[in-house]
Structures are given as C-alpha cells and as structure tokens.
C-alpha cells in the first residue's frame, strides 16, 4: 500500500512531522501561527454582528420573522467581495507593506461603522440600521480578502494545515465573542439583575460599541507586530485598467439594482399580486414573495451584465485570476460543490436565533450559553476530531462522511420543533462572573437543545476541517487573493442567499417542514461528491512528493 505522504493540508499531520527546525526557526514558525490565530480572531468578529448577534438585537426589539429573514441580506458583500479583491491584490496601502496597509485601513473602517450602528435605532430608522449593516459586513468582507491572502502568502506550504486549524479557532472564539456572550450579556433577565444589584448592564449598542474597540486594537495589532511579507517581483497588470474595469463593475451591478428596483419588481407585483389575492397569506408574506423572485431574477440579469463590463474595461487581474482558475480540471464542479455543501448547514442556520427564541421561547442566556458557551468546545472537539479522521480517510471521505453528519444534525432541528421545549431532562448553569463575562443567575439549560446544539456544533466543525482543507487545495499562489475570495464568496452563497427564502418558508409552511426541507437541501451536495470523487481524490496528492510502497 501507498506510504503516508506529509500532506499539510491536514492539520494534525503537519503538527505530527519531525521538528526538523532550529530553535530560531521554530521561534520563526510560533509566532506566524500566533499571528494567523490573532488574524483568525479579527476575521470571526464582525460576521456574528452582522449576522446572529444582528438577528438578537431585531428580534429583541420587536422586528418580525420575515423582516429579519430579508435583512440577513446585509451579508451580500460576502458573496461578491471577489470583485474587488483584485484591487486588493494590485494595489498596496503605503507605509506597512504588503497586505497590511490593507488591513489596518479595513479594521479602523470597521470600528468606525461599527460605531455608528451603536448609534442607530432598529425601530426608528430601520433603512439607516440596515445600510450601517451592509457597510459592516462590506469591509468585514474586505478584511477577510486580505486576511486569506496574508494567512496563504505568510505559511510555508508545510505549515498552511496547522494554519488553517488555528486560523479556524480564532474565528470561532471571536463568533463565541460576538456572538454567544454577546447574548448573555444583553439577556433581559441579567441586565434586571445587574440593575437590581446596581452593577453594570448591558445593551446591544454597548456590546457594539465594544466589538469596535477591539477592532482598534486589531488594527494597533497589524500595524506594530505583524510580520512584513516580501515584495512581489511579479508583473503587474495596468493599473489604470484595473480602475476602470472595477468602476465598470460597480456601475453594472448599479444598474441591475435599478433595473430590478424600476421594473422588475413593478412587472412582478402585476403579475403575481392577482394570484396572491385569494390566497391565505398576509399581506407581508405575499410581498416578501415578489421581493425573492424580484431577487432571484435582478441577480440573473447583474451577474451576466458585470462580467461583460469586466471583458470589455479589461479589469486584467479580475479576468487572470478567474481565467487561472477556470483552466483546471473540474472547476465548474467544484464551484457547485462548494455552494451546495454548506446549503443545508445554511438553512437550518439562517435563522436559528429568532427560532429558538420566539418560536421555542428559549431565554437569550439560554442561548448563548448552549449555543456559543458550550458549544465553542464541542466545535473545538469536532474540529479536532475532524483532523484525526482525516488522516485516515483522505480528503474524499471526509467530505462525504461529515456532509452526512451536517445532513443529520438537522433532523434534530426537526425534532425539537415537534417534540417541543422540555422533551428532555435538562440541567441548571449556575450563576458566575469571570470579569469578562458573568452570569447574573442560574439558568436553566433545556435537554433536548443542549443535545440538538451539541449535534450540530460536532459535526459542524468537522465539516468545516475538510472543507477549508478543500478551499485551500483549489488556490493558486500567483492569484491568492482574488481566487480565495472568489471560493470563499461562492462558499458563503448558502448562508447569505437563503436567508430571504428561510423566513419566508418558515412563516409559509412552518418549523418542523422547514427542517425538514434544510436536510434535503443537503443531498445534492453529497450527489456532486459522489460523481467528483476520482477529481477530488487527485487533490490528495502532492506531486512534489513521490509515493513509495511499503
């Protein structure tokens, strides 16, 4: 049989090797790690913000399902942040070097932003809120470009698997941030308690107002303690060509918003409305209807209209790093891969903050302590887990074996909204203050969503072991920013786009089909693995390095 080859895209084996390294060198090798976990961290920060930590704050104040459902489409910037990243890779910010101008200018941006969303009322200025949202997410999206192609430009290869574990903690523990203690924090029944005891209390403008200060120190961070990355000795494309073909770009999405906004949802009101009339839906869903197909039929004619003003400006590194892409084997497939394999994820996901609290009438410090708390270590343990199968399986039986496990945790989303709060023996977290997070009083922890919640987050963070390793297999070095952000763009597809869909599903059909359709919406990912498997499998092997037998 083949012998074990040191494939560094698994992150255990390359932990595994033989420190071959001096003591300075591996000085060297501690402090980049260091730096892709801090880098990680700064990543995962701002997403919950702009997404559960978002959908807690709209809840609590009063906004409904399907309003919030449509909001997650402030996370667009994440799905197109591939049209910019060029810029990113053309051009550098003067003072720091290479990649870090970009990324001290991105989180000072992002402080700014997330400072005046602190400002910003949901209820009374609902358009302002969600325009200071989608500004978030845009330069978080931003940061994230230029974070991948530093993490890539900064790991030798046979440390980019170890890397991408770390990088994926950091991200993870600032969401744990963000996200779970942020929701402890604002929990109605801790701020009366503090109140009571005449502590400090909590708000989502504070908590926001926080998330910003850190994001100042990131940015302290990049500037003074980040390692300079070396000059490229690349050509470079024409500058004033790139210019122009991005500002092509820009006015051809513009124009197919206005399209849409102009004549596409008029056209569809006049035709849809009638069939709506005698139907039971409220008034708000059927809008929420013309709205999604007005969605779905504005992106089919931007996109289309966007790569045509590319060719003709001539946006030279946009077109090589899609063309460098494009001209392996296999790459339309797994563009369709990387969207569907998260889908299900992504449905189940989209809306679980608004389901478990409103739906399932869970405590906000209920939530975050199961579903960020508690479940940062068992996303750890999956993760970890993950690795180690890894190695034994290969980088196609992985996917496949944690696609069907993501598949299953779903089911159990399904289960709880039929079998309903108290369906199992739970337990009591009793009351706590660590300085940086506390806990005003017990609170009781359901059974039945610690097991959901634990389901998820294991199998969750073995899907997401694989299918980093699978993003970086696919990135060329010549084109680090653009192609990574281009995968990661498609592979944020599913959390971002079915966010209009699930909330008007859920309102439509109710949360137990709802869950049900999530976990069919995983299949047609696991079918594409299945027919892609010898080209997926061709990726395992590094043909730099001879396989020998035993």
Do not use: C
């Not at 029944?189 to 994001?215: E, F, H, K, Q, T």
């Not at 068992?378 to 039986?397: Q, V, Y």
């Not at 909204?417 to 369906?423: L, P, Q, T």
């Amino acid at each position: 049989m083949p012998a074990l080859r040191p494939d560094t895209d698994h992150p255990a084996l390359a932990a595994a090797l033989p420190p071959t390294l001096g003591g300075a060198a591996r000085a060297r090798r501690a402090w980049r790690l260091a730096v892709v976990t801090l880098l990680g961290f700064a990543s995962g920060l701002p997403l919950a913000l702009t997404g559960q930590a978002l959908q807690a704050w709209l809840s609590l104040d009063g906004i409904d399902v399907a309003t919030i459902g449509f909001l997650s489409l402030v996370g667009l910037p994440y799905t197109f942040k591939f049209l910019w990243a060029p810029l990113m890779d053309r051009f550098e910010v003067p003072g720091l070097g290479r990649r870090r101008g970009w990324l001290v200018l991105t989180q000072l941006l992002l402080a700014l932003a997330l400072l005046a969303l602190s400002a910003t009322s949901p209820q009374g200025a609902l358009q302002v809120f969600a325009l200071l949202a989608v500004t978030v997410a845009f330069l978080s999206a931003s940061q994230d470009v230029v974070i991948d192609a530093y993490r890539t430009d900064l790991l030798p290869v046979a440390e980019r698997g170890l890397g991408s574990s770390l990088s994926v903690l950091g991200y993870r523990l600032a969401m744990i941030l963000s996200g779970g203690v942020a929701m402890i924090w604002t929990d109605p029944a801790n701020i009366a308690a503090a109140a009571a005891a005449g502590g400090p209390s909590w708000s989502w403008p504070a908590v926001y107002r926080l998330m910003a200060a850190i994001m100042v120190g990131a940015a302290l961070l990049s500037a003074l303690v980040l390692p300079r990355l070396p000059a490229l000795d690349a050509p470079r494309s024409e500058a004033r060509h790139d210019l122009v073909g991005f500002l092509a770009v820009v006015l051809a999405v513009a124009l197919g918003y206005v399209v849409t906004q102009q004549a596409v949802v008029p056209a569809l009101q006049a035709l849809l409305g009638p069939l709506f009339e005698g139907s039971s839906l409220a008034p708000t869903l059927r809008q929420r209807w013309i709205d999604l197909v007005a969605l779905l039929v504005g992106i089919g004619f931007t996109l289309p209209l966007a790569a045509w003003a590319a060719r003709r400006a001539r946006f030279e590194t946009l077109l090589g790093g899609l063309g460098n892409y494009f001209s392996q084997p296999g790459a339309w497939a797994f563009l369709g891969f990387i969207v569907l394999y998260k889908l299900g994820d992504a449905f189940a996901g989209s809306l679980m903050t608004p389901f478990l609290l409103k739906a399932m009438a869970y405590g906000s410090a209920e939530v975050g302590v199961v579903n960020k708390v508690l479940g940062l270590w068992l996303t750890i343990a999956g993760a970890l887990l993950g690795g180690a199968l890894m190695l034994r399986l290969g980088l196609w039986r992985s996917l496949m074996l944690f696609g069907v496990l993501q598949m299953a945790s779903n089911v159990g989303f399904w289960w709880l909204a039929v079998a309903g709060k108290g369906s199992l023996p739970g337990l009591t977290v009793p009351a706590f203050d660590w300085g940086f997070l506390s806990l005003a009083q017990a609170t009781p922890v359901d059974g039945a969503l610690l097991l959901v919640i634990a389901g998820e987050n294991l199998s969750g963070g073995m899907g997401t072991a694989a299918f980093v390793a699978f993003l970086m297999s696919l990135t060329s070095q010549r084109f680090t920013a653009t192609q990574y952000a281009m995968l990661s763009a498609f592979a944020a597809v599913g959390r971002v786009w079915v966010g209009p869909l699930a909330g008007v599903l859920a309102e439509s059909i109710g949360w137990p089909s709802f869950f049900i359709l999530s976990t069919f919406a995983a299949l047609p990912a696991l079918w594409l693995l299945w027919t892609m498997r010898a080209i997926v499998r061709a990726l395992e092997i590094d043909p730099a390095t001879p396989l020998t037998d035993d």
